[in-house]
């Protein structure tokens, strides 16, 4: 085994160790900072506008906006080795179409700057700061946070140093908000190894397998392949960085939140285990928790008909319309 990936993975067990204990919950999330550019595009007869913006440290963020500027909001946050491209289901459909909807690439993400050092991800500040950049390009008023999977932590930064008061609510999916190895399944932890491995190969065969996992109805076979560009773009820093986080229980944070929670969880995930959103659940008193029976760790992509129609209702409520 390579030296610095025995001492990633002894280090982060020791972390785990460090981290299992502690238990809290809650929903809903929004935030603000930097515009850099505006450019009009098309897709699907649906107007986007694209939006970079400069985070804190200097990365540069790449997103899109569409929908009414006046229209209640969604920022929606994806997942480690995704991409904005992960909402695809979300920005066609007709129930959402009444909203102000942002998404954008995480850093080190799809067109977003991809920082080559380990401190780039381990700082919760960083992940913050992104989303108050993206907050403020688009010009988001008071927006509903949809956070999957390592989005759900992104969100809990965002919340842990800029606050919720400018957040109408927290949409936490299959979400991590808490690093500790009883709240995540054998598998992901088995996933570490071959992540951030220095051998291409064995990189290569974990990316892959990653994927594979996110899903209990898988997507068709062109659609796979799309998100194997996408994941691959995604580089080793961004895991190897963000396993070395310092800041590993957010779930005081969103105890503190006092916005509405959902928590949407797929009875299938392969990756994150329910008792993630149920402690959140157990500790927000303004939180409700939906589960999926027909999906895995992306309800939004395996049942996106019910994930819209609820995650629209809870916009609503949350902006009390």
């Known amino acids: 085994m390579h030296h610095s990936r025995r001492t990633l993975i002894s280090g982060m067990a020791g972390l785990f160790a460090l981290t299992i204990g502690t238990a809290t919950g809650a929903p809903h999330v929004y935030a603000a900072p930097t515009v850099i550019k505006e450019v009009a595009v098309k897709e699907k007869d649906i107007a986007h506008d694209a939006i970079t913006a400069r985070s804190s440290d200097g990365t540069m963020l790449v997103g899109e906006v569409q929908g009414d500027p006046k229209a209640p909001e969604i920022l929606f946050i994806h997942g480690l080795r995704q991409s904005r491209l992960s909402w695809?289901?979300?920005?066609?459909?007709?129930?959402?179409?009444?909203?102000?909807?942002?998404?954008?690439?995480?850093?080190?993400?799809?067109?977003?700057?991809?920082?080559?050092?380990?401190?780039?991800?381990?700082?919760?500040?960083?992940?913050?700061?992104?989303?108050?950049?993206?907050?403020?390009?688009?010009?988001?008023?008071?927006?509903?946070?949809?956070?999957?999977?390592?989005?759900?932590?992104?969100?809990?930064?965002?919340?842990?140093?800029?606050?919720?008061?400018?957040?109408?609510?927290?949409?936490?999916?299959?979400?991590?908000?808490?690093?500790?190895?009883?709240?995540?399944?054998?598998?992901?932890?088995?996933?570490?190894?071959?992540?951030?491995?220095?051998?291409?190969?064995?990189?290569?065969?974990?990316?892959?397998?990653?994927?594979?996992?996110?899903?209990?109805?898988?997507?068709s076979e062109l659609e796979m392949q799309r998100m194997l560009v996408i994941n691959g773009m995604t580089g080793r820093a961004v895991y190897e960085g963000f396993l070395q986080t310092k800041t590993t229980d957010l779930e005081p944070v969103f105890k503190a939140y006092t916005g509405p929670i959902l928590l949407t969880y797929g009875v299938h995930d392969r990756l994150v285990r329910i008792a993630m959103l149920e402690r959140i659940k157990a500790i927000h008193p303004n939180s409700q928790l939906s589960i999926f029976s027909h999906s895995g760790h992306s309800p939004f992509y395996e049942e996106p008909h019910r994930f819209n129609k609820e995650l629209a209702d809870f916009v609503r409520s949350a902006n009390n319309l």
């Open 88 to 219: 695809e289901k979300q920005l066609s459909d007709p129930a959402l179409q009444n909203f102000r909807i942002v998404t954008f690439d995480l850093r080190g993400h799809g067109d977003s700057d991809k920082p080559t050092s380990l401190d780039a991800y381990s700082e919760a500040d960083n992940w913050a700061d992104d989303v108050a950049a993206i907050i403020s390009a688009s010009k988001l008023r008071r927006p509903v946070i949809v956070g999957w999977s390592l989005g759900g932590y992104v969100a809990g930064a965002y919340l842990r140093k800029y606050g919720g008061e400018a957040i109408a609510g927290v949409n936490l999916v299959d979400a991590v908000t808490k690093l500790s190895p009883d709240l995540f399944s054998k598998e992901t932890v088995d996933f570490i190894g071959p992540t951030v491995s220095h051998d291409l190969a064995t990189r290569t065969k974990g990316t892959a397998d990653f994927l594979a996992a996110c899903f209990h109805q898988p997507p």
